[in-house]
T-cell receptor, first 114, second 116 residues
Framework: AQSVTQLGSHVSVSEGALVLLRCNYSSSVPPYLFWYVQYPNQGLQLLLKYTSAATLVKGINGFEAEFKKSETSFHLTKPSAHMSDAAEYFCAVTSGGATNKLIFGTGTLLAVQP | NAGVTQTPKFQVLKTGQSMTLQCAQDMNHEYMSWYRQDPGMGLRLIHYSVGAGITDQGEVPNGYNVSRSTTEDFPLRLLSAAPSQTSVYFC???????????????FGPGTRLLVL
């Protein structure tokens, strides 16, 4: 069975600092991995996804993530945080087979301090 | 395109009442699904559908019912509401998964449900 673990339910950074949100996965088949962002009182928006085409994936709003099979990780980074990045971030993996069922991590709430 | 729309945005129910959460999409997506979001638990799949007339259970289906009579609509029914069903409900849609589920799912704005 597939699963996702997000380390750190709350992360706080200063504006302009590096953002690093951690995600580790468990999968018995080659995974497809996603990062979604949720702004307050809104739905989820796709930031980026890994579909095996390239291990370094660039997404919207300056975010990127690197797929590391040896570490079973898919950490999300952004070189310089902006106040508008404050949101909750979810890592997810699809369960494989002929379905599109997403398995979500528990989320990381990012706070950006001025 | 309106994308994925959900109604109502907010609802208060009493224990034992029933209601239907509506979800519609205008992107001609075959795949639709319902998730619930609870603090500290992420999102969990309730039910999903791979096309009109075809539905299946997800991780937490008890107390919920779905049907898919058209491609566009995928309503979620609470048969007899319980306080444990207080949550935020999200509907999502995507094209049919190919080779293991790499299709992006698009989420609606959510319905906040409070069961007293």
């Amino acid at each position: 069975a597939q699963s996702v673990t997000q380390l750190g339910s709350h992360v706080s950074v200063s504006e302009g600092a590096l953002v690093l949100l951690r995600c580790n996965y468990s999968s018995s088949v080659p995974p497809y991995l996603f990062w979604y962002v949720q702004y307050p009182n809104q739905g989820l928006q796709l930031l980026l996804k890994y579909t095996s085409a390239a291990t370094l994936v660039k997404g919207i709003n300056g975010f990127e993530a690197e797929f590391k099979k040896s570490e079973t990780s898919f950490h999300l980074t952004k070189p310089s945080a902006h106040m508008s990045d404050a949101a909750e971030y979810f890592c997810a993996v699809t369960s494989g087979g002929a379905t599109n069922k997403l398995i979500f991590g528990t989320g990381t709430l990012l706070a950006v301090q001025p | 395109n309106a994308g994925v729309t959900q109604t109502p945005k907010f609802q208060v129910l009493k224990t034992g009442q029933s209601m239907t959460l509506q979800c519609a999409q205008d992107m001609n997506h075959e795949y639709m699904s319902w998730y619930r979001q609870d603090p500290g638990m992420g999102l969990r799949l309730i039910h999903y559908s791979v096309g009109a007339g075809i539905t299946d259970q997800g991780e937490v289906p008890n107390g919920y019912n779905v049907s898919r009579s058209t491609t566009e609509d995928f309503p979620l029914r609470l048969l007899s509401a319980a306080p444990s069903q207080t949550s935020v409900y999200f509907c999502a849609s995507s094209y049919s998964p190919v080779a293991g589920g790499q299709e992006t799912q698009y989420f609606g704005p959510g319905t906040r449900l409070l069961v007293l």
